[in-house]
């Protein structure tokens, strides 16, 4: 295996950043600085979801929020730096939350997010 | 959880989208169904002859109680009927369990579920495997849909992204039900009043990486469910883990966003009290089978933006099988029990959910041993053959 190759598999072994909220609102508001610098994704924790959501910071530094609930059969999802699996019945998704691998067959649940005043703002109606 | 439509106790219809908007929760009292199914014409090169069959239906009901407990049971029926007093299909439970959520992390299941062994046990919808037929090493060597009654762990390493785990307790085999060319697969319970003084427990590591996904899991449960009398008759250890059955296995998938996908598997069981097996029950019980394969494919239309919502996938597979590789003294050789299959074909998908799949299965196998098969005398006896070759013809879907 190569170095660069090795480095890059030793890089996905890091864990994911986590932020906890307990907003009860329709919309979270989460910090752009919540991003270290070369990290684009973010796992947010709220207790009124039963999953996460996946925040991820795209090239044009647009966000998509990903519910991390497997379309298949609801499971919960597991996220890593080259997309959303999961491990009960193989199902993949891109970090675009399009299907990748089957059997699931439909996309993640997207949250409409947009920027303000250096906040990410989620809304968790859409 | 799979929808296509979804029951409320006062009969509203709701979609699969407005479920997920609600997030299923437990106001909605949500059951669900849903199902998967395959059906196939196989054409025999040598013989040619054909034969036409609905491989499997599949429904599946669902039904959250709470946010924290679920239901999930899958029932299947095998080749379209089953009559009475005929040889036909067959009617069963593929899983039924409760399952309980721990943390957002982590999870138990209790009840009739598939634990996490190979690749196609879990995995098992015709959408996500090439071939007509569910891969050969995963019927023979690795029971297909192997489930058991028990209760089984679930969850994910937080602290290293893509890592899942995954450990079981549940009923173990019956030995005595062991037959010579199914491996270890005629010794299953499936949930129907197995013995539950043998037990088993099973363990699994999942990890995915880059577009990898690599998994090791092993197996090891008693295969004699008996009293103390039968066991001391029998001469057979009973208990817990006595006549064990050890299974391990390991696979790896690669699907790359550049339209190739790979996937290799191999597995060696081990029978380690085969010939005690073999003095109770005369069934030649090997002291150990392994098999492996391995897949390469490539989605034709992946150069084709447009093309983007199908797929058409060009493969090949590779497996090989010995069923005997080891047998203990009183065990007698069988050279059909060392097989290989050479298998190509098209997987095309108009969408997601829904597959045709045409594929050529070349099998081969050794010569078989005359002491071991009583045949027919008469002239329309089927002379045996190394080599056969299959066309086969498929549909399959999952919703």
């Known amino acids: 295996m190569g170095g660069s190759a090795l480095l890059s598999m030793l890089n996905s072994c890091s864990p994911l950043p986590v932020l906890k909220t307990s907003s009860k609102e329709s919309t979270l508001s989460i910090p752009e600085a919540s991003f270290a610098e070369n990290q684009n994704l973010l796992i947010i924790k709220n207790a009124n979801y039963e999953f996460d959501i996946l925040l991820v910071k795209k090239k044009d530094n647009t966000y998509n929020a990903l519910y991390m609930q497997c379309t298949h059969e609801s499971q919960p999802l597991s996220a890593t730096k080259s997309g959303l699996f999961c491990s009960s019945h193989g199902s993949a998704f891109s970090l675009d939350g399009e299907v990748t691998t089957q059997p699931a067959t439909r996309p993640l649940k997207k949250f409409k997010t947009q920027t303000e005043n250096n906040q990410i703002i989620i809304h968790l109606t859409t | 959880m799979i929808l296509l439509t979804c029951f409320s106790s006062n009969a509203q219809v709701i979609t699969r989208e407005d479920s997920l908007n609600a997030g299923l929760t437990p106001q909605n009292n949500p059951t669900v169904i849903s199902g998967y199914g395959q059906a196939k014409v196989q054409y025999d090169l040598r013989f040619q002859t054909g034969t036409a069959n609905l491989t499997r239906n599949v429904l599946f009901i669902g039904h959250r109680f709470s946010n924290r407990i679920s239901f999930f049971s899958e029932m299947e029926l095998e080749d379209a009927k089953v009559v009475g007093g005929k040889a036909s299909g067959e009617i069963s439970m593929e899983q039924l369990f409760l399952k309980f959520n721990i943390n957002r992390n982590n999870y138990l299941v209790a009840g009739l579920f598939i634990p996490r062994i190979g690749i196609i046990n879990e995995n098992h919808l015709p959408t996500t495997f090439n071939t007509n037929?569910?891969?050969?090493?995963?019927?023979?060597?690795?029971?297909?849909?192997?489930?058991?009654?028990?209760?089984?762990?679930?969850?994910?390493?937080?602290?290293?992204?893509?890592?899942?785990?995954?450990?079981?307790?549940?009923?173990?085999?019956?030995?005595?039900?062991?037959?010579?060319?199914?491996?270890?697969?005629?010794?299953?319970?499936?949930?129907?009043?197995?013995?539950?003084?043998?037990?088993?427990?099973?363990?699994?590591?999942?990890?995915?990486?880059?577009?990898?996904?690599?998994?090791?899991?092993?197996?090891?449960?008693?295969?004699?469910?008996?009293?103390?009398?039968?066991?001391?008759?029998?001469?057979?250890?009973?208990?817990?883990?006595?006549?064990?059955?050890?299974?391990?296995?390991?696979?790896?998938?690669?699907?790359?966003?550049?339209?190739?996908?790979?996937?290799?598997?191999?597995?060696?069981?081990?029978?380690?009290?085969?010939?005690?097996?073999?003095?109770?029950?005369?069934?030649?019980?090997?002291?150990?089978?392994?098999?492996?394969?391995?897949?390469?494919?490539?989605?034709?239309?992946?150069?084709?933006?447009?093309?983007?919502?199908?797929?058409?996938?060009?493969?090949?597979?590779?497996?090989?099988?010995?069923?005997?590789?080891?047998?203990?003294?009183?065990?007698?050789?069988?050279?059909?029990?060392?097989?290989?299959?050479?298998?190509?074909?098209?997987?095309?998908?108009?969408?997601?959910?829904?597959?045709?799949?045409?594929?050529?299965?070349?099998?081969?196998?050794?010569?078989?041993?005359?002491?071991?098969?009583?045949?027919?005398?008469?002239?329309?006896?089927?002379?045996?053959?190394?080599?056969?070759?299959?066309?086969?013809?498929?549909?399959?879907?999952s919703f």
Not at chain 2, 147 to 176: C, D, F, H, T
């Open chain 2, 133 to 397: 037929d569910r891969p050969y090493v995963e019927q023979l060597v690795i029971p297909s849909t192997w489930r058991e009654l028990g209760v089984g762990v679930y969850g994910q390493i937080p602290k290293i992204p893509g890592l899942n785990y995954s450990a079981a307790l549940m009923n173990g085999l019956n030995s005595g039900g062991f037959v010579q060319g199914t491996g270890i697969a005629d010794g299953k319970f499936e949930g129907s009043n197995a013995t539950a003084s043998n037990l088993a427990i099973t363990g699994a590591l999942l990890y995915y990486v880059n577009h990898f996904r690599v998994q090791v899991s092993s197996y090891y449960g008693g295969s004699a469910g008996l009293s103390q009398k039968q066991g001391d008759s029998l001469k057979l250890d009973y208990g817990a883990f006595g006549t064990p059955v050890a299974l391990n296995e390991a696979n790896v998938q690669y699907n790359g966003t550049n339209g190739i996908h790979c996937k290799a598997l191999a597995c060696f069981v081990s029978i380690k009290d085969a010939d005690r097996i073999n003095v109770a029950y005369a069934n030649n019980t090997p002291s150990s089978m392994y098999g492996y394969y391995a897949e390469v494919g490539y989605n034709l239309f992946q150069p084709f933006t447009r093309l983007n919502s199908k797929s058409l996938l060009l493969f090949a597979r590779y497996e090989a099988m010995n069923l005997n590789a080891s047998l203990p003294k009183n065990g007698i050789e069988d050279g059909l029990q060392q097989k290989q299959f050479f298998i190509a074909g098209l997987h095309f998908q108009p969408l997601k959910g829904v597959s045709v799949k045409l594929d050529y299965v070349q099998r081969i196998t050794g010569e078989y041993n005359k002491l071991l098969y009583v045949t027919n005398p008469y002239a329309s006896n089927i002379p045996f053959y190394t080599t056969y070759q299959f066309i086969n013809l498929g549909i399959g879907y």
